[in-house]
């Protein structure tokens, strides 16, 4: 991870100093920026957005940023991590996830609902900085859970 910044920012410097070759290399990005793909190529870089943090869970959710999840009483989880919380986002509406959550009381914000699109997720433990912890497609693994919430929000 940090070598991929490291080049990122070394290929920026690359591009201030003055000469004809930066000046040819500046115009090819300005193209590419101009298309869909290459916009999204550099706005996920510069925004961080597809980076993916090796925290050894098998879900594929697992280490990158949360979804913007549109919540059924209209909250977004963007705006809910602007508390310095994290998050526990219970889709399947298992009641035995609010007692979990209930454990690490003021450091995790339980949410229990639907959302607009939950891409097929039952549960999502979001870290405050807004990486997944923890995410279920099926029922949640409560022990799973305690596990991820123990590492990331301290032992009880």
Known sequence: MGAQVLDWSRAQVALMRPSRSTRALEAIIRDLIETRDGATYFAERV???????????????VGCSVPDFELA????????????????????????LEALAGRWN???FYVVGNAIDQLGLSTVLVRPDGIVACATESAPDKEKFARAAALWFGEI
């Open 73 to 96: 009483d209209g909250s977004r989880t963007g705006e809910l991590l602007r508390k310095g919380k994290g998050l526990l986002l219970n889709f399947s509406v298992d009641a035995s």
């Open 106 to 108: 003021g450091r995790i």
């Open 47 to 61: 925004w961080g957005i597809s980076l993916r943090y090796e925290l050894g869970e098998n879900h594929p959710l």
